[in-house]
């Protein structure tokens, strides 16, 4: 899918979840905090800011279904405890150089 289908299929996802709720583009801009064009634009399929999305989806009851879109790591309990102090803080990445030939 493109951007532009992605954020169309957001958009259509964010007014589907607000019409279930049966709220109003305003009641829903109060409750997010956010301004009425804010969900004007994502219902529309126009990009927005990820503090924004988050706040309509807080407001909506959907902010639990982030971890849906990207899930944390399921370790057990015993595994963090072996893992503690080894988190990775960064990642390696791969030399340009081996890539440039």
Do not use: F, W
């Not at 829903?28 to 064009?37: E, I, P, T």
């Not at 990009?47 to 009851?61: D, E, F, N, P, Y």
């Amino acid at each position: 899918m493109s951007d532009k289908a992605i954020l169309e299929e957001l958009g259509a996802r964010v007014q589907y979840r607000r019409l279930v709720l049966n709220i109003s583009q305003l009641e829903l801009s109060v409750k997010a905090g956010v301004a009425r064009k804010v969900i004007q634009n994502i219902e529309s399929g126009h990009s927005c800011t990820v503090k924004g999305l988050v706040r309509i989806l807080r407001a909506l009851g959907a902010i639990d279904e982030l971890d849906l879109l990207l899930p944390g790591e399921a370790s057990s309990p015993l595994e963090l405890a072996k893992m503690k102090g080894r988190e990775r803080k960064r990642a390696s990445g791969h030399r340009m150089e081996h890539k440039i030939k």
